[in-house]
């Protein structure tokens, strides 16, 4: 039997700037590391984020609506960090729009595992960063908020913080390039397997 995996994200899971994201993705590669025993699919929406109040709600695209229906064995939430916005943070809303989107795929028929991402860190490249996005707002809020939600949902979190350590892995500090990618999958790989 096939063990339907759904990646579900943002553009680090859609594969936003890769030149193949068809084939370059981390589910992509994913797919292809664990082989024909694995159903993998992609999920990820560009620009989504996990507060339901914010410019493009996970909840509110096409690829939410459609990973639920497909009701995954495994579902692998990486999302937050077009949440990493200083000007607009909220913890607690933030919290709680993630522990309802972990509740709506733990709640499944299929009763999927459910393992947490959080995301890779970001980088200032030439002194800005993509999108206005915060590096410290990902490390000082969305990071310890996503492991707390791990916590007390008793999940597994897969933190991807230190599998970068310079902005050589990303194209514009934020998105990974095809290594970048190759270094997520071995991580998300060792939870799976």
């Known amino acids: 039997m096939t063990t339907r995996v759904a990646c579900i994200g943002d553009s680090l899971t859609w594969g936003f700037s890769l030149p193949d994201s068809w084939r370059q993705s981390y589910p992509a590669q994913l797919q292809e590391r664990l082989g024909a025993d694995y159903a993998v699919r992609n999920f990820g929406c560009n620009g989504a984020s996990v507060r339901f109040d914010a410019d493009l709600p996970y909840v509110e695209t096409i690829a939410y609506g459609e990973s639920r229906a ?39 028929p299929s009763h999927p595992r459910v393992i947490l991402i959080a995301p890779i860190r970001m980088f200032r490249v030439m002194g800005g960063t993509f999108g206005g996005l915060s590096p410290e707002t990902l490390e000082d809020g969305v990071r310890p908020v996503i492991r707390e939600v791990a916590g007390e949902c008793g999940l597994p979190c897969i933190d991807l913080v230190d599998i970068f350590t310079d902005a050589r892995y990303c194209y514009d500090g934020v998105h990974p390039n095809g290594e970048g990618t190759r270094l997520m999958v071995e991580q998300i790989c060792l939870q799976i397997q």
């Open 70 to 108: 497909w009701n995954p064995d495994i579902v692998l939430l990486m999302l937050g960090s077009n949440d990493a916005t200083a000007w607009d943070w909220d913890a607690a809303a933030f919290h709680r729009d993630y522990e309802r989107i972990v509740a709506s795929y733990r709640d499944l």
